[in-house]
């Protein structure tokens, strides 16, 4: 049931019981006629009425925007905005405006105006006394009807939606009880003052059995009203406490068991958080020696990097020298070829030589033939020719010689070529590994660099963590603390809540 479907038939209720109430001690008592407490009642219930619509009209839209609030929260209370809890709070302000503003101008005009009435039919003159106390009673009486339907409409049925939504209100249902209770005895005490005033103003033989009567006849209906509001009232704070009173044992329960479970938890991240401060003690001490280990790593790799730099500049040297030794060696070689050719022109010459000393050898044996010949005149002749081819045959023996001599120059030469083109090839290969060593040292050297500036950087991160373990070291000790406390904590929580528990399930 909506809200508005609610707050119709018990504004229409609240209203006319209120009316009929007024009325009987307003005829009945003050005026003397019992038979328009219902037979005249006609203009009072229009003037009601017709208020009572004009609240209805008033409240319909407030209450539509709160019930349309309220169904959204229903389905899903996270998608609430700040806009819909504001149009749900103005709604749950504004509801009683209208309702005051109601309950008083139609109790005024309404129940209020009998005096008015009787004076205009002629009935009873108009007097200001009696018109004020029939105000009076009839203010007390709307104000009871104004608290009864904000007690059930606002205090009850919208407090509960809001919850149910999602949204925390406060509701203080004493002080609508105490309100209440004060608003009947007004109305108890303004009841006591217009029984007597009809009797006092027309005396007769039976006015105390009349005061009797009509002193019981109002403390009854008096009584019936008050008792009606009270224990309705009464029953609805009743059942609200107790509905309040299982969800304030339940969630004290849960409460309980869950402080229990902290403490527990306490306890154990308690512990937990010591060891792991010990362990931070053991780590920090550990980082103090990782630290100065990686010092000395850090020298040892700067003096690796000096002595690779130093190995790569004399490698540097050596391959420069061998590249000159080679060069050296070309030449050298080229050089040798150079004289083997020489040599095999010696050998052409030489040959030249030795077949001109074979041809001046047979020339000069003919020349001696003929000389022996020639008789004495041939003898010098003889001699001469004797000697050169003697000297002919002294030059071919050395011919011989000397090509046995260039023979062995030109094996020597061709041996010392071979030689140096494996020497050369050797160069070559030293080279080669050279230049391959000084590659190798290149990447050593690198690898150096590398090493000498991450553990630079190893050291520039070992002095940070040092700090940051040390910060950790701190904070752990600090939550340590914390922890303790938050455990004391807990466990005078844990008591609290099984004292609520206790006091709960009293209520």
């Known amino acids: 049931m909506t809200t508005f479907r609610f707050f119709v038939p018990l504004i229409f209720a609240t209203t006319y019981l209120g009316i009929f109430f ?185 006015d105390f059995t009349l005061f009797l009567i009509r002193g019981a006849t109002g403390a009854i209906l008096t009584g019936a009203v008050c008792y009606v509001i009270y224990s309705l009232l009464i029953k609805k704070i009743q059942r609200t406490e107790r509905e309040t009173s299982v969800k304030l044992l339940k969630e004290t329960e849960t409460l309980a068991h869950a402080t229990r479970e902290s403490a527990e938890t306490s306890q154990n991240q308690s512990t ?43 490698l540097k040297n050596n391959l420069d020298e061998l590249v000159g030794i080679k060069n050296t060696n070309n030449l050298t070689i080229e050089g040798i070829k150079e004289l083997n050719k020489k040599i095999t022109g010696i050998w052409d010459i030489v040959s030249i030589i030795n077949v001109v000393a074979d041809q001046t050898k047979i020339i000069a044996f003919n020349a001696e033939l003929e000389a022996s010949s020639s008789g004495e005149a041939g003898k010098n002749f003889h001699i001469v020719a004797t000697e050169i081819r003697r000297l002919s045959g002294n030059i071919i023996d050395s011919i011989k010689e000397i090509k046995d001599k260039i023979t062995e120059i030109q094996k020597a030469s061709d041996a010392l070529i071979l030689d140096s083109e494996k020497g050369t090839k050797q160069i070559a290969s030293g080279v080669e590994s050279a230049q391959s060593l000084e590659s190798g040292f290149e990447s050593i050297m690198d690898s150096s660099n590398s090493t000498a500036d991450s553990s630079h950087e190893i050291l520039k991160y070992v002095g940070q963590f040092t700090n940051s373990s040390e910060q950790i070291f701190i904070t752990l000790k600090q939550i340590a603390d914390g922890i303790e406390s938050l455990s004391d904590s807990n466990a005078n929580i844990s008591t609290s809540s099984e004292n609520v528990r206790q006091i709960a399930s009293r209520l």
């Open 22 to 206: 007024l009325r009987v001690f307003h005829y009945g008592f003050i005026y003397a006629r019992p038979k328009a407490i219902i037979g005249e009642c006609i203009p009072t219930l229009l003037i009601s009425t017709f208020l009572i619509l004009a609240c209805i009209i008033v409240e319909k839209p407030i209450l539509k925007r709160f019930e349309k609030v309220i169904r959204k929260g229903k389905k899903d209370n996270k998608s609430l905005t700040k806009e819909d809890i504001a149009t749900a709070m103005d709604s749950y302000k504004k509801f009683d405006i209208a309702i005051a503003a109601g309950d008083a101008i139609g109790f005024l005009l309404g129940a209020g105006s009998t005096a008015i009435l009787e004076a205009v039919k002629g009935i009873a003159p108009f007097e200001p006394i009696i018109f004020l106390i029939i105000e009076l009673q009839s203010v007390g009486v709307g104000f009871l009807c104004y608290t009864l339907n904000v007690f059930l409409v606002k205090k009850i049925v919208m407090t509960q939606k809001l919850r149910e939504a999602g949204i925390e209100v406060s509701n203080n249902l004493s002080r609508n009880l105490s309100i209440a209770v004060g608003t009947c005895v007004y109305i108890s005490l303004m009841n006591m003052i217009t029984t007597p005033i009809h009797i006092i103003k027309h005396p007769g033989n039976n």
């Open 272 to 314: 937990a958080v010591k060891e792991i401060v010990a362990t931070m003690e053991d780590s920090t001490e550990l980082v103090g020696n990782i630290s100065e280990k990686i010092k000395h790593v850090t020298s040892l790799a700067e003096k690796s990097r000096e002595a690779v730099m130093q190995g790569r500049e004399a």
